[in-house]
């Protein structure tokens, strides 16, 4: 069965900068739009960051554009996201996920996604 684990999360203050990466396993992820999301205690999934299978097209929630970039190499079966400036709010659990279907790198929603890793804690102190 497709597997995806996450890691990079960590402590950081706030402004350092953190790379999450996501290996995938059983799956050739070149076939399939990948995503970023988070979750924080209380809250639902939320979109965090989007890509089209070549990761030429990439898409981000307002709150992360400009300090946010996500990227893949389908040669490696990995999504990374690079985090930078990072800011109190972007505490969250981060989960990777596959999407189903072709959106061109505009799946924003939990439920076009069908296989989630297990997450990575993202903690950012003041």
């Known amino acids: 069965q497709l597997q995806l684990v996450e890691s990079g999360g960590g402590l950081v203050q706030a402004g350092d900068s953190l790379r999450l990466s996501c290996v995938a396993s059983?799956?050739?992820?070149?076939?399939?739009?990948m995503g970023w999301f988070r979750q924080s205690p209380g809250k639902g999934r939320e979109f965090v960051a989007a890509?089209?299978?070549?990761?030429?097209?990439?898409n981000y929630a307002d709150s992360v554009k400009g300090r946010f970039a996500a990227s893949r190499d389908n040669v490696v079966n990995t999504v990374y996201l690079q985090m930078n400036n990072l800011k109190p709010e972007d505490t969250a659990v981060y989960y990777c996920?596959?999407?189903?279907?072709?959106?061109?790198?505009?799946?924003?929603?939990?439920?076009?996604?069908?296989?989630w890793g297990q997450g990575t804690q993202v903690t950012v102190s003041l």
């Open positions: 059983r799956v050739d992820i070149s076939n399939y739009e």
């Open positions: 996920g596959v999407a189903m279907l072709a959106y061109g790198g505009f799946a924003t929603r939990p439920s076009q996604y069908g296989y």
């Open positions: 890509l089209s299978r070549s990761g030429d097209v990439t």
